[in-house]
């Protein structure tokens, strides 16, 4: 059974900077492609960012792009997302997710399979 926890959540700033950690348990990491996804107060669920097995490539919705970077340690079983330049409209649940084979192209929360509980990012304007 793999288990996802998030971590590194909080109250920031408009223009500030926080960065969210994900470690997976009890499976090999490494194979798995793994995203990050948020959710805001009545909005569905979207696709933040995505990055492959190896670390190699990396994948981002437009909203975000130039701002959030998403890293993987293997050695760790960890996947961060480093979230910079702040808006109040990144405030959400912030979710981890991890998938066998989904490419990081897909945006679909239907493609991964296991997630994590969420963690909350509070940007205040």
């Known amino acids: 059974q793999v288990q996802l926890v998030e971590s590194g959540g909080g109250l920031v700033q408009a223009g500030g900077s926080l960065r969210l950690s994900c470690a997976l348990s009890?499976?090999?990491?490494?194979?798995?492609?793994m995203g990050w996804f948020r959710q805001a107060p009545g909005k569905e669920r979207e696709f933040v960012a995505a990055?492959?097995?190896?670390?190699?490539?990396?994948y981002y919705a437009d909203s975000v792009k130039g701002r959030f970077t998403i890293s993987r340690d293997n050695a760790k079983n960890a996947v961060y997302l480093q979230m910079n330049s702040l808006k109040p409209e990144d405030t959400a649940v912030y979710y981890c997710?991890?998938?066998?084979?989904?490419?990081?192209?897909?945006?679909?929360?239907?493609?991964?399979?296991?997630w994590g509980q969420g963690t909350q990012v509070t940007v205040s304007s």
């Open positions: 009890g499976r090999i990491f490494s194979i798995y492609t």
């Open positions: 997710a991890a998938d066998r084979a989904a490419p990081i192209t897909v945006t679909r929360t239907i493609e991964y399979d296991y």
């Open positions: 990055i492959s097995w190896n670390g190699a490539n990396s």
